[in-house]
């Protein structure tokens, strides 16, 4: 059973920093990319980062416009645990954060993580940036 849990979501405010978790289960992670996804209240889930498999040449990371410079994604394998840090919050950046990996992938698509493709979720940690 795939299981992917995410957790380090709260409360914060504008500037703060957050360092997400998604701990994994059930398959071979190494060998997989790991994507994360973000979703606001009455808007679609958006790709926000992805991290290749460090298992093949190319290994690569994926950051939208929105988060670049100022989120980081790492993995660490012996865990099966992936991150997310992410600092100067904005009150944009309040969203439910989804950790997701797909059954066939390795990689990441150069135009970002696919919702549709992404065959396993967590349950979502909440993030709320406010004064």
């Known amino acids: 059973q795939v299981q992917l849990v995410e957790s380090g979501g709260g409360l914060v405010q504008p500037g703060d920093s957050l360092r997400l978790s998604c701990a994994t289960s059930?398959?071979?992670?190494?060998?997989?990319?790991i994507a994360w996804f973000r979703q606001a209240p009455g808007e679609e889930r958006e790709g926000i980062s992805c991290i290749s498999s460090g298992k093949y040449p190319g290994a690569v990371t994926y950051y939208a416009e929105s988060v670049k410079g100022r989120f980081t994604i790492s993995r660490d394998d012996p865990k099966s645990t992936v991150y997310l840090q992410m600092n100067d919050l904005k009150p944009a950046d309040t969203a439910v954060y989804f950790c997701?990996?797909?059954?066939?992938?390795?990689?990441?698509?150069?135009?970002?993580?696919?919702?549709?493709?992404?065959?396993?979720w967590g349950e979502g940690t909440l993030v709320t940036v406010s004064s």
């Open positions: 997701a990996v797909r059954q066939i992938g390795s990689q990441c698509p150069e135009t970002g993580p696919d919702y549709y493709g992404m065959d396993y």
């Open positions: 059930g398959f071979t992670f190494p060998y997989y990319s």
